[in-house]
């Protein structure tokens, strides 16, 4: 058993991860300031844990990133730190570059630091494909040059080098996993940001059209959340892994034409699709070659796209009503 510090922990991926360490047997504390997180995702992870007959040792604290006085507090006792506090959008980071960079960059840095000061053996972080940019050549594999086209690209990237860099000045273990597109339950499809999996489900549930920006040939990685809490969980041990950086993804592509077909046969309802101008700052394909990862932490993708799907579908069919 070890003692996990998720930060972002209230959010979509760092409350599955918390439910996932949780379920492992590890205690688990968060650090999160409830930005664009919610504390129906902390109960959620509760209720879950608990309906599991397992302790629910999962303590919760109500602060910053970017406070080193709530950080030192939060990291005492720690072994993992599993970084994924951020101000997540890419357009939102476009209309407010300096708030993005202060909390994806600074609050980064200052967890790093804080890591180090409290002597962690590792701290994982949640990199983004959305380094690579529109990099032509895919699959994108951890070798390519990087173009970030955003705010947010350009400092999760810079979140990147930062730990490269503490590894190697301060011998704070670090591992950046890129994640691609992640799906799953509990992600927010109301934020003007959401990602599209939580949305087009939502749309095709309350039988309304499904928007798409440009012409749906699109295509992304989509990554079942629980593939990402495997992955997180693999590289909280594996050997030789300081400093790098690995991509995280289930490593095939679907456009979202391909998706939306997928959710029609699912729910075995069609939907109707109305388009829009492509959005300023979105790539057009992306697809990881998670080579890397399988090598270095034997990272298999254990939930495959439709199961995926299925599961989402079903979580939001059960609670449509709080949505
Ligand atoms: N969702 C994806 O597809 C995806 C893809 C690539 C990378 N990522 C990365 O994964 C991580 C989690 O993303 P998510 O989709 O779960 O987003 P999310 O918005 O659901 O979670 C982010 C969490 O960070 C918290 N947070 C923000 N600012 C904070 C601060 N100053 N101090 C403490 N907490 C703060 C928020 O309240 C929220 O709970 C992020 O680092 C994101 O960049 C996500």
């Not at 000045?169 to 691609?180: A, G």
Request: hydrophobic fraction near 40%; charge should be negative; glycine fraction near 8%.
């Amino acid at each position: 058993m070890s003692y996990c510090l998720v930060t972002g922990g209230a959010g979509f991926i760092g409350g599955h991860l918390a439910e996932g360490l949780l379920q492992r047997g590890h205690q688990v504390r968060i650090l999160d300031d409830f930005a664009t997180g919610v504390w129906t995702n902390v109960h959620a992870v509760q209720a879950h844990v608990t309906q599991a007959g397992l302790p629910c040792p999962l303590d919760v604290i109500d602060g910053s990133i970017l406070d080193p006085q709530a950080l030192a507090t939060a990291m005492r006792g720690i072994d993992y730190v599993f970084h994924q506090a951020a101000l997540p959008s890419v357009v939102f980071s476009v209309q407010e570059p300096l708030l993005s960079n202060r909390v994806n960059v600074e609050g980064t840095l200052t967890v790093l630091l804080a890591a180090r000061d409290a002597g962690v053996r590792r701290v994982i972080y949640a990199g983004s494909s959305a380094a690579y940019g529109d990099h032509p050549e895919l699959p994108q594999r951890e070798t390519h040059p990087t173009h970030p086209l955003s705010p947010y690209a350009l400092a999760k990237l810079t979140g990147e080098e930062y730990c490269r860099l503490c590894t190697e000045l301060y011998q704070v273990e670090t591992v950046t996993l890129r994640y691609f597109n992640v799906f799953g339950p509990r992600q927010n499809p109301n934020s003007p940001y959401a990602a599209v999996i939580p949305k087009f489900i939502l749309a095709a549930l309350r039988h309304e059209p499904i928007l798409v920006y440009g012409d749906g040939a699109q295509s992304r990685d989509f990554t079942y959340v629980d593939n990402i809490v495997h992955g997180n969980v693999l590289a909280m041990t594996a050997p030789e892994v300081a400093g790098q950086v690995l991509n995280l993804a289930d490593g095939s592509r679907t456009t979202l034409l391909q998706l939306i077909a997928a959710i029609e046969a699912l729910t075995q309802q069609p939907v109707q699709v109305q388009f829009f101008e492509a959005r300023v700052g979105d790539v057009r394909h992306s697809q990881a070659d998670v080579s890397r990862a399988k090598a270095l932490l034997g990272f298999e993708p254990p939930v495959n796209l439709e199961q995926g799907l299925q599961h989402t579908l079903a979580y939001y069919q059960q609670h449509l009503a709080a949505y």
